[in-house]
């Protein structure tokens, strides 16, 4: 879906890697893989934070382009090319799982970078009052924790509960910018200094999530196969 496609791999990809047989250090290299891909678009997000087109620069570095979207959705809503759509989207080879998904990667890094500055901020008690650390801290948690429940349910091709559960992480990322805009919250200059730095990943999270959201009401309004 546009630069961060939603839609992972078709069902039957499930199906046809009975043969595959990874053991622990497999699975192992392949999560540390994705752990990598992580923290390298967060290298891109840091080189590009000055572009008022950010998300969608960083999209291309991470090589997410809108082809690659459209072959994803062929896959999704069957196509007479899937097969071929499907080699396009998953290079020959290469096991797909949620990890891979560029929802995924983004809110993930975003949410990384946001809690590590906040552990690094309120640390220390002199500078954050602690039921605010804690309340910005189980906020953030909210917020992720929901939205990859919402990726889980687009990779399922739910769309209708995707929409909710992304509406509900934006709830949480509401109330995140809630406490970081409290006036008492804003008298602690480390506060000041960590919702600086925090609004434009705050608000590039919202924007990802938002187009997420219409692309998933316009898969739920075209029609069934079958239907006129």
Same mark, same amino acid.
């Given at each position: 879906?546009?630069?961060?496609?939603?839609?992972?791999?078709?069902?039957?990809? $499930?199906?046809?890697?009975?043969?595959?047989?990874?053991?622990?250090?497999?699975?192992?290299?392949?999560?540390?893989?994705?752990? &990598?891909?992580?923290?390298?678009?967060?290298?891109?997000?840091?080189?590009?934070?000055?572009?008022?087109?950010?998300?969608?620069?960083?999209?291309?570095?991470?090589?997410?382009?809108?082809?690659?979207?459209? &072959?994803?959705?062929?896959?999704?809503?069957?196509?007479?090319?899937?097969?071929?759509?499907?080699?396009?989207?998953?290079?020959?080879?290469?096991?797909?799982?949620?990890?891979?998904?560029?929802?995924?990667?983004?809110?993930?890094?975003?949410?990384?970078?946001?809690?590590?500055?906040?552990?690094?901020?309120?640390?220390?008690?002199?500078?954050?009052?602690?039921?605010?650390?804690?309340?910005?801290?189980?906020?953030?948690?909210?917020?992720?924790?929901?939205?990859?429940?919402?990726?889980?349910?687009? &990779?399922?091709?739910?769309?209708?509960?995707?929409?909710?559960?992304?509406?509900?992480?934006?709830?949480?990322?509401? !109330?995140?910018?809630?406490?970081?805009?409290?006036? !008492?919250?804003?008298?602690?200059?480390?506060?000041?200094?960590?919702?600086?730095?925090?609004?434009?990943?705050?608000?590039?999270?919202?924007?990802? $999530?938002?187009?997420?959201?219409?692309?998933?009401?316009?898969?739920?309004?075209?029609?069934?196969?079958?239907?006129?």
């Amino acid at each position: 879906m546009s630069n961060f496609d939603s839609d992972g791999a078709p069902e039957n990809e $499930w199906e046809e890697r009975g043969d595959l047989a990874w053991n622990e250090f497999d699975w192992e290299r392949y999560l540390r893989e994705q752990d &990598d891909a992580i923290h390298r678009y967060l290298g891109f997000y840091e080189a590009c934070k000055a572009s008022p087109d950010r998300i969608d620069d960083v999209a291309e570095l991470m090589h997410w382009g809108n082809d690659t979207a459209d &072959d994803a959705r062929a896959d999704a809503s069957g196509s007479d090319d899937e097969d071929d759509d499907e080699d396009d989207f998953i290079p020959q080879g290469e096991v797909y799982t949620l990890h891979k998904n560029p929802i995924f990667v983004s809110t993930k890094a975003l949410y990384l970078s946001l809690r590590r500055n906040w552990e690094l901020t309120a640390g220390d008690s002199t500078r954050v009052p602690q039921p605010l650390a804690l309340s910005l801290l189980s906020s953030l948690h909210r917020g992720e924790e929901q939205a990859v429940h919402a990726i889980h349910a687009l &990779d399922f091709g739910d769309y209708a509960m995707a929409v909710s559960l992304f509406k509900r992480a934006l709830s949480a990322l509401n !109330s995140t910018l809630a406490l970081l805009n409290d006036t !008492s919250a804003l008298d602690h200059r480390a506060v000041r200094t960590y919702r600086e730095e925090s609004l434009p990943r705050l608000f590039d999270l919202r924007e990802i $999530w938002l187009r997420v959201i219409n692309e998933c009401r316009q898969e739920l309004k075209r029609p069934a196969d079958g239907e006129n």
